[in-house]
């Protein structure tokens, strides 16, 4: 009986976001994030609910979803998703919301084709997930309204070892991707742990285009809206110029139409989690 229950649970949640996917038709990009992040409860269902306290007693809730039948004798990707401001709380649930690749990636189609645990952790309202600028570039982020907040990227990768000791977890396929606040994450974690990640896909978000020939050799696909008015396009494009010009090979796809909620359309793209499951770093 407790299994029939299950499954029909989570039947009733697919079908659920199966609609909600149907309803999207038509709808703006900014329309489409908030109709899925109204959805967000029912898709934090999906995962399971943690927390991790550091030993200075911080806690940092987060949401777990394993591959479908898993098996702990496979190697499966870890991708870890960044929400962006909006994602920050206690709640474990509005990390969901302001996390569109969590939101795509948890769906069943993609559950079915790309097997692969899902990481999304939920920033403190006090903190961010980190930046990597130099104090040039940190004294310009405050100027232009972005204040500096603690990061926590050591509990985030904290986080990430004990998952490595508890499932079966493959080294050479961690994945980072994040939108705005998790965009900058993502550009930060791939230059501050750079034999971490086998591949990148930051929205609308940036980084110190000086440190760009650090990361020329990790497998980056950006994206950005070129109207954006919270995040300048320039920090994308900034970095990706400053990445080829070391010698790197970065994807940047730019859409000349959208604003800030530029994610629905950068999941939309063509081959996006074809190349990214692709990816794979040697181990040294």
Same mark, same amino acid.
């Given at each position: 009986?407790?299994?029939?229950?299950?499954?029909?649970?989570?039947?009733?949640?697919?079908?659920?976001?199966?609609?909600?996917?149907?309803?999207?038709?038509?709808?703006?990009?900014?329309?489409?994030?908030?109709?899925?992040?109204?959805?967000?409860?029912?898709?934090?269902?999906? $995962?399971?609910?943690?927390?991790?306290?550091?030993?200075?007693?911080?806690?940092?809730?987060?949401?777990?979803?394993?591959?479908?039948?898993?098996?702990?004798?496979?190697?499966?990707?870890?991708?870890?998703?960044?929400?962006?401001?909006?994602?920050?709380?206690?709640?474990?649930?509005?990390?969901?919301?302001?996390?569109?690749?969590?939101?795509?990636?948890?769906?069943?189609?993609?559950?079915?084709?790309?097997?692969?645990?899902?990481?999304?952790?939920?920033?403190?309202?006090?903190?961010?997930?980190?930046?990597?600028?130099?104090?040039?570039?940190?004294?310009?982020?405050?100027?232009?309204?972005?204040?500096?907040?603690?990061?926590?990227?050591?509990?985030?990768?904290?986080?990430?070892?004990?998952?490595?000791?508890? $499932?079966?977890?493959?080294?050479?396929?961690?994945?980072?991707?994040?939108?705005?606040?998790?965009?900058?994450?993502?550009?930060?974690?791939?230059?501050?742990?750079?034999?971490?990640?086998?591949?990148?896909?930051?929205?609308?978000?940036?980084?110190?285009?000086?440190?760009?020939?650090?990361?020329?050799?990790?497998?980056?696909?950006?994206?950005?809206?070129?109207?954006?008015?919270?995040?300048?396009?320039?920090?994308?494009?900034?970095?990706?110029?400053?990445?080829?010009?070391?010698?790197?090979?970065?994807?940047?796809?730019?859409?000349?139409?959208?604003?800030?909620?530029?994610?629905?359309?950068?999941?939309?793209?063509?081959?996006?989690?074809?190349?990214?499951?692709?990816?794979?770093?040697?181990?040294?």
């Amino acid at each position: 009986m407790i299994f029939i229950l299950f499954t029909e649970t989570l039947i009733s949640l697919a079908t659920t976001i199966q609609a909600q996917e149907i309803s999207e038709k038509g709808l703006s990009p900014t329309e489409r994030h908030f109709l899925a992040a109204e959805k967000a409860p029912e898709t934090a269902r999906l $995962f399971e609910a943690r927390s991790y306290v550091s030993n200075l007693n911080d806690t940092i809730p987060y949401r777990l979803l394993k591959p479908l039948d898993y098996d702990p004798q496979k190697k499966y990707p870890l991708v870890v998703c960044l929400s962006g401001s909006g994602g920050r709380g206690s709640d474990n649930v509005k990390q969901i919301a302001g996390c569109w690749p969590a939101q795509v990636l948890s769906r069943q189609e993609n559950r079915m084709k790309y097997p692969c645990f899902l990481f999304v952790p939920q920033c403190p309202p006090e903190a961010d997930w980190g930046v990597s600028f130099s104090e040039r570039q940190k004294e310009k982020w405050v100027e232009a309204g972005y204040p500096l907040r603690r990061s926590i990227d050591s509990y985030v990768f904290a986080i990430i070892s004990l998952l490595e000791k508890e $499932f079966s977890i493959d080294p050479a396929r961690r994945y980072v991707t994040g939108q705005s606040m998790g965009g900058s994450g993502s550009w930060h974690y791939i230059l501050t742990y750079q034999q971490m990640f086998a591949a990148a896909i930051p929205i609308c978000g940036g980084a110190d285009p000086d440190l760009g020939q650090m990361i020329i050799d990790t497998p980056i696909w950006a994206f950005h809206g070129q109207k954006d008015d919270v995040a300048p396009v320039e920090l994308s494009r900034n970095m990706i110029k400053a990445i080829k010009e070391a010698g790197g090979n970065p994807r940047y796809t730019e859409f000349p139409d959208a604003n800030h909620f530029c994610w629905p359309l950068a999941y939309d793209t063509p081959g996006l989690l074809d190349w990214l499951f692709e990816q794979k770093r040697s181990i040294r």
